[in-house]
């Protein structure tokens, strides 16, 4: 497999765009594994008479899944050295169909003397913006 390098980047550059399709059945998967069992994510009854919309995925399943759009562009997950986000937005989950989140970034500064990348991503779901100000810095030389 062929590993980005730094000389491989330009600021501006767009990342491939990641569409993440979500069900219930991904929800409680990531519970199980999470610990997570909030029912605002399961329990549909429950989630709509706190005033949600319906069932929500949780904030950091969405998180963790949209960093998947860096792994897949720079080769190796272990280049990520950080990862910060604010959780704008939610992500409703009906029953049928599930929901889609879409991930694009973009290339925002380049640190030539440390090999670092820093990536912008825009995660929406239908629309609607659901992380804010997620950047992601990516080690693109061998540490």
């Known amino acids: 497999m062929s590993t980005l390098t730094v000389a491989d980047v330009r600021v501006g550059d767009q990342l491939p765009p990641l569409r993440i399709d979500v069900d219930r059945a991904r929800l409680v998967h990531y519970a199980g594994a999470s610990g997570d ?80 990348v820093t990536v912008e991503l825009a995660v929406t779901c239908a629309g609607t913006k659901v992380l804010g100000r997620a950047l992601v810095v990516v080690a693109l030389r061998e540490r």
């Open 37 to 116: 069992r909030n029912r605002i994510h399961w329990d549909e009854r429950f989630a709509t008479g706190v005033g949600l919309p319906d069932v929500i995925a949780h904030g950091m399943f969405t998180m963790g899944a949209a960093v998947e759009a860096v792994t897949a562009w720079c080769g190796r997950p272990d280049r990520i050295v950080e990862y910060g986000t604010k959780f704008v937005g939610m992500v409703p989950v009906p029953h049928e169909g599930g929901a889609s989140v879409d991930v694009a970034g973009t290339v925002k500064k380049i640190d030539e003397e440390s090999g670092r």
